[in-house]
């Protein structure tokens, strides 16, 4: 079995679900970007060495828009992680990807503007490919583990992210359903993007929570009761998604060995002349570019 490490990224309402669940040790990791949103938690789930991380903070204190994203992923690829299984909560943009069900979604429309959306502002010019935003291997393991769940479980979905933290108009919901979006949500970019950049093979989670605001609820429902009821569905869909995640990474054995696009995704990407890269960028860089500077 190769060297593998997998770290879960919990978003809301599975983050501090799973954070408060796992046994293990609290590592507190310093970055050339800043500190990760929360201590990250190593232990092990069967044979696989594991690294949770809670994206919002403990209590939710850190909205998408303020996610240090870049001191996530780095943290991360510096103990050792080798994939990513992130989840997020996400409204539907279609009639069949119903509440409580479970999307792995394949393709990303990414609409953020306020974010750091690479680690290479500086020293170097570096263009990862990035047509596949999910790791098509890490992808399939998942789908491959859906007789562990309960729920309905999807095996694609184009993910509209958002900056947030408004959610979206009316009419922005029939545009982006009109793009071809089957989701809505806020933290998938850049965080795939930087998983790529860093060589992690990356896939996600979803978890709708409510049909967005394309499709009218009825006026007579109070909105107390519409929030406990996406409240309601997005903890259903929270312990399935746990239960997904820990089948795949029980039996992350079948996978271990293959190769994944994501793990060399630098080699062809880094434009700059060797010759005229400064020496301090691979100080700044550190495990990102160790092994090709």
């Known amino acids: 079995m190769a060297d593998v490490k997998v770290g879960i990224i919990g978003g809301s309402g599975l983050g501090?679900?799973?954070?408060?669940?796992?046994?293990?040790?609290?590592?507190?990791?310093?970055?050339?970007?800043?500190?990760?949103?929360?201590?990250?938690?190593?232990?092990?789930?069967?044979?696989?060495?594991?690294?949770?991380?809670?994206?919002?903070?403990?209590?939710?204190?850190?909205?998408?828009s303020n996610v240090n994203y870049r001191a996530n992923i780095y943290a991360l690829k510096s103990l050792g992680c080798t994939h990513i299984i992130a989840s997020g909560a996400v409204g539907s943009l279609r009639e069949n990807l119903k509440p409580k069900d479970l999307v792995i979604p394949d393709q990303v429309i990414d609409k953020t503007?306020?974010?750091?959306?690479?680690?290479?502002?500086?020293?170097?010019?570096?263009?990862?490919?990035?047509?596949?935003?999910?790791?098509?291997?890490?992808?399939?393991?998942?789908?491959?583990?859906?007789?562990?769940?309960?729920?309905?479980?999807?095996?694609?979905g184009t993910y509209v992210c958002m900056e947030g933290p408004a959610f979206s108009t009316r009419a922005e919901s029939e545009m982006h359903r009109m793009w071809g979006g089957d989701l809505i949500g806020m933290t998938v970019m850049p965080e795939a993007k930087l998983a790529r950049e860093a060589e992690m093979a990356y896939a996600m989670v979803c978890l709708p929570s409510d049909y967005d605001c394309w499709r009218p609820v009825g006026e007579d429902l109070d909105k107390h009761e519409l929030l406990k009821e996406i409240i309601e569905n997005l903890n259903?869909?929270?312990?399935?998604?746990?239960?997904?995640?820990?089948?795949?990474?029980?039996?992350?054995?079948?996978?271990?060995?293959?190769?994944?696009?994501?793990?060399?995704?630098?080699?062809?990407?880094i434009w700059s002349d060797r010759d005229s890269i400064a020496p301090a960028a691979r100080e700044h860089f550190g495990v990102l570019v160790e092994k090709y500077l």
């Open 16 to 64: 501090d679900a799973l954070c408060s669940d796992v046994q293990g040790t609290s590592v507190d990791v310093i970055t050339p970007f800043g500190e990760p949103s929360d201590s990250i938690i190593e232990t092990a789930w069967g044979d696989t060495p594991v690294a949770v991380l809670n994206r919002h903070g403990s209590g939710h204190l850190i909205g998408p």
């Open 113 to 156: 503007h306020r974010r750091a959306g690479t680690f290479f502002d500086d020293y170097l010019a570096v263009h990862v490919e990035f047509s596949s935003p999910f790791c098509q291997v890490l992808r399939k393991h998942l789908i491959s583990c859906r007789a562990g769940v309960t729920t309905d479980l999807h095996d694609s």
């Open 236 to 269: 259903e869909a929270t312990a399935n998604a746990i239960e997904l995640i820990k089948a795949a990474v029980a039996d992350f054995k079948r996978i271990a060995d293959t190769p994944s696009a994501a793990h060399s995704a630098l080699e062809l990407a």
